[in-house]
């Protein structure tokens, strides 16, 4: 950061620091927005034509998650710029305190702007919030109370969006409650659509299975979504997701599946379960029937689609458990596997399994991007997948087979007692990782020969080696398996952008998250599984200082065509306990990024991302910095202030002549709250 940026930045702070007080909700659901503000509504949204996300439609708007059904995270435009971005002032900002029966902190959402309106999910009961684009007013807001069934939800908190759908004269806005049911409104008026389900709603855990077929409880059955639904023609499209931590209760948890619903009517089209029958194919890479007494395999990330070819493209998470699998022996499709399916049927038309028997977490963490490109001559319909292991899997989009080879590689097998180990994990020969996915000891602290001897007394009582080292047993002697890019490394739910003119992927990532895989037999009351992880196995550092040297976070740009790199830089700023650390007094420790994975937008000539962490500068005191780095060159070419981090990937439209950038920040004890960039009026 240069203090001519600071200095221009500051009144942004001033427009941040509002007060905050916490305000309840009604019962079923409830709907503010006075008869004015229909009018104004009505006014400001004339419904727009139907929209064809996958080619953008119009492309000054932002009508759904990832900018379009491709998830490329790009729009051309270019009136911020590299010259400018300093200069730019907040139009608006939404805070979601009383959103809810408490503030909420981690705001994860991506808003949609379609005809001059902004929507958003936010707040600790998931509310709709509908904006007016330009100035951020409040014109209407949907809210559900569910009660137990939202207590006891496996995802709560306000999602990371919504749905948009039109077919020029109608509109809906279509979301996923905390707990876990499909809601259709008006995109006008915020109220629910009568003709949709059943007043408005369908029970998503009407159809969800456990063991062999049997209906999970629909109050306290284990499934949910953060992620938001994706609407292609004209159908709407839902995954799933289960309860984050390293302990599930039971293996043979509730299954994962994705369906499809008509957009209009809420009528179920079509359903693919992750854990195939007996009799469907993929069954058979489930050893011992231990497709019965298994469960997860969701997807929890955003589905992409490509409406021409009629294929919509699922990335799908591990089986439980996370770490160890001696109850479900055999590769079990269709985990952490790259799923093609019939638009039209649900029906597999191909996948790619991306992880054998997963023991890593590693999941399918983030939308599938599609990108049309030029290989050796040859077009090809691309589908590229990031990850948390730091790969980028590239196929061909018609047929799945791989744009570059992927090699089945011999691993190391392990030591848990009763565990399944795949003997081969399949590697790409390119692009080569954008992150560091393995643990060895040049890849320890080195600001100064003191602290990297400490690193590498300290990993003596730990297993290391590359990419897919196996977990082991916890003991006193060796606590665990060290790793790099596996639970929360590498790329997670925020995924890359692309840009389809240039053909270029830019990827913003964890290069530093390291995990310890040491495992503990649970209490029977905790959990059925013979092993689950040993979360207080985990922080190792040195002297208060991360353990892996810089740099903690990158963005880097990949060629498509070529599967070569352009660029990689440091993303984020010096966190403050690197900075402020007395081991390090009298150093001059470069910019080292920032260890944690938010996800970035591409414009014509900007890469846009902002800290995930807070830091603390001189100018604004404890805060956080929005970045802009050339396109072409990973340059810093802009900054400027933002009262907390970045938590929610950011997103651009142009309105009345002038492009705004939105993003969701918060953290910490700053509640979320979503912020709006623009340009000053001269």
Known sequence: MDGDYMMRSNKNRRNLMKSRKPDGRLDRGINFCAAAGILL???????????????????????????????????????????????????????????????????????????????????????????????????????????????????????????????????????????????????????????????????????????????????????????????????????????????????????????????????????????????????????????????????????????????????????????????????????????????????????????????????????????????????????????????????DRVTGKPVWPIEEKPVEKGTVPGEWYSPTQPIPTRPKPYVRNGVTADEFIDFTPELHSQALQTAEHYKMGPIFTPPVVSTPQQIGTLTLATNAGGTVWAGGSYDPETHVFYIQACDACLGVAGLVQPKPEVSDNNYVLHEGGGGVSVQGLPMIKPPYGTISAINLDTGEYLWQVAHGETPDAVRNNPALKGLTIPRTGQARSVGALVTKTLVISGDPLFTTTPAHGLGATLHAYDKVTGKEVGAVYIPAPQSGSPMTYMLNGKQYIVLAIGGGTFPGAYIAFRLPNN
């Open 41 to 395: 509504l009505a006014g400001l949204a004339a419904v727009p034509p139907e929209i064809n996300a996958q080619s953008s439609g119009n492309t000054s708007e932002w009508p759904t998650y990832g900018a379009d059904l491709a998830n490329t995270r790009y729009r051309p435009f270019d009136q911020i710029n590299g010259s400018n971005f300093n200069n730019m002032e907040v139009a608006w900002i939404f805070k979601t305190d009383n959103l809810g029966p408490k503030p909420e902190y981690k705001l994860e959402g991506t808003p949609l702007m379609i005809g001059g309106v902004l929507y958003a999910t936010a707040g600790t009961r998931r509310a709709v919030v509908a904006l007016d684009a330009a100035t951020g007013e409040l014109l209407w807001m949907h809210s559900e109370n569910e009660g137990e069934r939202a207590q006891v939800a496996a995802r709560k908190l306000s999602g990371r969006g919504l749905a948009y759908w039109s077919n020029g004269t109608e509109s809906r806005v279509i979301y996923v409650t905390t707990g876990y049911r499909l809601i259709s409104l008006n995109a006008k008026t915020g109220v629910p659509d009568p003709s949709f389900g059943e007043n408005g709603a369908i029970d998503l855990k009407v159809g969800v299975q456990v063991g062999t077929g049997q209906q999970i409880d629909l109050v306290k059955g284990e499934i949910g979504l953060h992620a938001t639904p994706i609407v292609a023609k004209n159908e709407v499209i839902v995954g799933s997701a289960f309860s984050e931590g390293f302990a599930p209760k039971t293996h043979n948890n509730s299954k994962g599946l994705v369906r499809a619903f008509d957009v209009r009517t809420g009528k179920l089209i079509w359903t693919f379960r992750t854990i195939p029958k007996p009799g469907e194919f993929g069954n058979d890479s489930w050893l011992d029937g231990s497709w019965a007494t298994n469960g997860n395999t969701g997807v929890w990330a955003q589905i992409s689609v490509d409406e021409d070819l009629g294929v919509a493209y699922l990335p799908v998470e591990l089986p439980t458990a996370d770490h160890y699998g001696g109850h479900r022996p055999g590769n079990g499709l269709f985990g952490e596997s790259l799923v093609a399916v019939d638009l039209k049927t649900g029906q597999r038309k191909w996948h790619y399994q991306l992880v054998h028997h997963g023991l890593w977490d590693m999941d399918i963490p983030a939308a599938p991007i599609l990108a049309d490109i030029n290989v050796d001559g040859r077009t090809i319909k691309a589908v590229a997948q990031p990850t948390k292991q730091g790969i980028l899997y590239v196929f």
